[in-house]
């Protein structure tokens, strides 16, 4: 009885709005009101050229965000993301320049080596049961001490290994990037008719026809445009195609295995993760060997695009930014809410102030206090959306 | 179905120390099939201590813990579970930021099976459809009519409904025993009347319960038998039909003479 007048009542903004999808929704409005705002206060920004310059800018941050999502998921935080970044690159870069090791196998001692940084790590935290704050903020410290060790003196090391550089060099062809697109789609409606088929054969509850469809097609319309716009500059960089991979993995593991189910549970409720037998420990240090390994990789990509591995380019912005995309995302700093795909728009909200910024010719100082605003507000909506549902 | 006097659950001569504090002494308990069994006595009268026994969330320093008549050994939450010992605690233990089937399988999710076996087990695809169906079967068990959807977060839902969510997280597994922790204390009227017939319908379907709560009208209105517990002790095992709220409270305040013969005659000899 009651739950037809219920039904009733909703209509079609409450839907969409109540439905899990939704989560994007502030992010992505914040994204369109900064991309139209500088769109008509600068002639540069609505370019392909542009666009294609700022989405691979925005890659590291991207790429950290999307790692640092599960730590926060579970209500952890990494502080030494950044550092961390910079120990693998550097390793990757003084295993290439100074001991002519292939480019591909340094990478992949670089991210092993993170990983074991990331297990340890999480070590502290689970067993001795430090705070993550305090075990990473320590590893900020004492990680940017290593950087520097490795990369000697100059505290910097120029990488011109063309495997590295290719990472933010070299585009995917046109028609390749145009199949993939394709078969996403397609694999995308599959599944959707697939899944709708199987939860009505067994009268189960079905996501509303109106709600799948506009999905797919909000996804189909994205990605199309994305392609677009690339394609008619450069193409889309190996490096996007990298970033894409690994926030396709984390989707499907923060969202569809036991593993991300244990996350969002320890992140929600730690207390009833342990009682339905959830290891909280092994939890916690997966998630730290993850993020210390999607450090390496973000740092290896920074290599790549700035061509050289500097002490400078990660101890600076890349750590705050990288939270923030995070957080600006819609990920919560208090545990168990967020979702990796929102991490990268939040990111391009980061990115996106940047090099708005840069074009209207604005100073360090105006895009500092710009960033502040956008975080305060994303932490403040992420505070107040936990009150309302708590209050029910 | 087996013979419904027998106890199904059953400790005998149990003690408990902490330290120098005798929690329990020499405590016999037992529930049967089918019934359900109240808990009760003042603050620190040990029924809190009994049931973590009983969960295996504490282990006892001596007695015998039987089920069906043989012996068993529980020294974990585990072992309890393993022997369809099921513990609802006060305070729910729910995820609030996931929804009611991810609860209703949180720590033992189904996943699929075929290719996906060569993947480690927490990375394997969730098989959503079975946790629905888990969700949809224990929700219908319990005949929980109020909830809308089992796609809501259990944040949103009402104190009742949550109760209802834990308790049927706690019988989907295979239970036949179900411990409840004060399973009513901070819900309103209509609620608690959902809570107590989820509880009359556990009892149908042939679950031992164990409900601890302090609201003697709901013990009168639910309990088959009551056990009474006194500084450690249990001192007496009542029909709930054949004693009044009144002889209960002196009962749990002030104790009863040792040889009363309603004891005698209620409790399963050990």
């Known amino acids: 009885m009651l739950a037809n007048s219920e039904l009733k009542s909703k209509n079609i903004f409450a839907n969409i709005t109540q439905s899990k999808f939704s989560t994007f929704l502030p992010v992505a409005l914040a994204l369109i009101v900064i991309w139209l705002y500088f769109g008509l206060t600068t002639d540069a920004f609505f370019s392909a050229r542009n666009f294609y310059y700022l989405f691979l800018q925005s890659t590291v941050v991207a790429v950290l965000a999307v790692g640092i999502t599960i730590v926060l998921l579970l209500g952890h935080i990494d502080l030494s993301i950044a550092a961390v970044a910079g120990v693998g690159a550097a390793i990757m870069a003084v295993l290439v320049s100074q001991f002519g090791m292939s480019a591909p196998l340094a990478c992949v001692i670089a991210i092993f080596t993170c990983i074991l940084i990331g297990v340890v790590q999480g070590l502290l935290v689970a067993i001795i049961g430090i705070p993550s704050f305090v075990v990473t903020l320590a590893g900020l410290l004492g990680f940017q001490g290593v950087m520097l060790k490795i990369l000697g003196n100059d505290g910097a090391i120029n990488v011109r290994d063309s495997f590295i550089r290719g990472i933010t060099t070299e585009t995917l062809p046109t028609t390749t990037s145009w199949i993939i697109l394709a078969f996403v789609i397609l694999f995308m409606i599959y599944n959707a008719y697939i899944n709708y088929k199987e939860r009505a054969a067994l009268s189960l509850e079905v996501e509303s026809i109106f709600i799948s469809t506009l999905r797919v097609s909000i996804v189909t319309l994205i990605s199309i445009t994305f392609v677009w716009v690339m394609n008619s500059y450069r193409g889309i960089p190996v490096a996007i195609v990298i970033l894409l991979c690994l926030t396709l993995l984390f989707s499907y593991v923060t969202k569809n295995t036991p593993y991300g189910r244990a996350l969002f549970a320890v992140g929600g409720n730690e207390e009833s993760a342990r009682r339905v037998g959830i290891s909280i420990q092994k939890t916690t240090i997966y998630a730290f060997a993850i993020i210390g390994g999607v450090s390496a990789l973000g740092g290896i990509i920074a290599a790549s695009r700035y061509a050289s591995v500097s002490y400078n380019a990660f101890s600076g912005n890349l750590l705050l930014d990288a939270i923030g995309a995070a957080v600006v995302g819609g990920t919560s700093l208090f545990g168990g809410r967020g979702s990796v795909w929102n991490a990268i728009l939040g990111a391009l909200v980061i990115g996106s102030l940047g090099n708005g910024l840069d074009l209207t010719g604005a100073t360090t100082a105006d895009k500092l206090m710009v960033s502040a605003l956008i975080l305060v507000s994303a932490v403040a909506i992420d505070a107040i959306s936990r009150k309302k549902g708590k209050k029910v | ?270």
Do not use: W
């Open chain 2, 1 to 270: 179905m087996e013979n419904m006097t027998n106890p199904h659950l059953q400790v005998c001569g149990i003690n408990k120390s902490f330290g120098n504090v005798r929690a329990l002494l020499d405590v016999d308990f037992s529930v049967r099939r089918g019934e359900v069994m109240a808990l009760v006595g003042d603050n620190g009268a040990g029924k809190s201590t009994l049931m973590k026994v009983l969960a295996g969330a504490y282990s006892y320093d001596s007695g015998d813990f039987l089920i069906d008549g043989k012996n068993v050994t529980i020294n974990s939450p585990t072992d309890a579970a393993n022997q369809g010992i099921q513990i609802v605690y006060q305070d729910l233990a729910l995820c609030d930021n996931l929804d009611v089937i991810d609860n209703l399988s949180l720590g033992h999710e189904p996943t699929k099976g075929g290719i996906y076996k060569l993947l480690p087990k927490s990375l394997r695809p969730l098989d959503m459809l079975k946790m629905t169906q888990k969700a949809h079967a224990a929700i219908e068990k319990l005949k929980v009519k109020t909830l809308r959807s089992t796609s809501l977060e259990v944040g949103v839902l009402s104190g009742g409904q949550k109760q209802a969510i834990a308790i049927a997280r706690a019988v989907s597994s295979d239970s036949s025993v179900v411990l409840l922790d004060e399973p009513t204390a901070a819900l309103g009227v209509s609620q608690t009347a959902q809570v107590l017939d989820i509880v009359s319908t556990l009892k149908k379907s042939g679950h031992s319960v164990v409900y601890i709560s302090h609201n003697l009208k709901d013990i009168f209105q639910v309990a088959d038998r009551i056990t009474v517990m006194r500084l450690g002790e249990q001192i007496a095992i009542y029909e709930t039909a054949k004693i009044t709220p009144q002889e209960l409270v002196v009962a749990m305040t002030s104790g009863v003479e040792t040889d009363s013969q309603d004891k005698k005659d209620l409790a399963d000899a050990c």
